[in-house]
C-alpha cells in the first residue's frame, strides 16, 4: 500500500472508495484536505475544529454540501472546557498550552459519531496538540478503518510506539514518520477493518 504524504500527515492511497466517511480532528484551516487528493464529491467529510474563526475559514474553503464543519472540541469526556489558543501561533490551539483561554464545547469521539449517526469511519485525520492521547485513550478507535495522527511526544514526554502498542494493540503500523521528533506522524490500519 501506497503512502502520501501532504502538509502534516499522510494517508493511504486508494482509502476513501465511495459512500465513506472522512473525518478530521483539528482540521484548522483545511490544509491536509486540501494537499490530499481525498477530497471528491463521493464521499462524505466532516472536519472538527474548536476555533470559531478557523471555522469561518473552513465554510469559505469547503462550501460543498458534503463537507460538515463542527465547531467543538473532540476529548475523553462531554462536556465544555478550557481551550487555550497560543499567542504567537493563533492557529495552535489545546488543553494543554498557555494562551488566550476560551471555553469549548467538548464530545467524546462515541458521542459525537452518535450525535452525527455515524456508525462507521473509514479514515480519521488528527492533529490536536496532544489530546489526540486522550481521545485514544477513552476511544480506542474500534469504528475507525485507518488513522493518521499526529503525534506530540515533545511536548506530552510520551513514547509514540510504546503508547500505540498498549493503546491501539489492534492497529497496525503502515507508516511512522519523524520518529525521534517533537511531533511524529503515524498511520495506522485497524486489523479488525
Not at 34 to 51: A, C, G, R
Not at 170 to 176: D, I, Y
Amino acid at each position: 500500500m501506497r503512502v502520501i504524504r501532504a502538509y502534516d500527515l499522510c494517508y493511504p492511497e486508494g482509502v476513501l472508495r465511495g459512500d465513506d466517511v472522512y473525518v478530521e480532528i483539528g482540521a484548522c484551516r483545511g490544509k491536509f484536505l486540501l494537499k490530499s487528493e481525498l477530497l471528491n464529491d463521493l464521499n462524505t467529510y466532516h472536519l472538527i475544529e474548536p476555533q470559531k474563526d478557523l471555522c469561518a475559514s473552513l465554510h469559505n474553503r469547503f462550501p460543498q454540501p458534503h463537507v460538515r464543519i463542527h465547531n467543538l472540541a473532540i476529548d475523553d469526556r462531554d462536556g465544555v472546557g478550557n481551550f487555550a489558543v497560543v499567542k504567537d501561533a493563533p492557529e495552535s490551539s489545546s488543553f494543554y498550552q498557555n494562551g488566550k483561554d476560551q471555553t469549548i464545547e467538548t464530545q467524546t469521539l462515541e458521542t459525537w459519531m452518535d450525535r452525527e449517526n455515524i456508525d462507521h469511519i473509514r479514515f480519521l485525520a488528527m492533529n490536536c496538540e496532544q489530546s489526540e492521547y486522550d481521545i485514544i485513550r477513552h476511544s480506542g478507535l474500534v469504528d475507525v478503518d485507518f488513522v493518521a495522527i499526529e503525534f506530540h511526544p515533545g511536548k506530552s514526554g510520551i513514547d509514540t510506539a510504546g503508547f500505540l502498542k498498549y493503546r491501539l494493540p489492534n492497529f497496525e503500523t503502515l507508516a511512522m514518520f519523524r520518529q525521534g521528533e517533537p511531533y511524529n506522524v503515524w498511520l495506522g490500519k485497524n486489523r479488525n477493518a
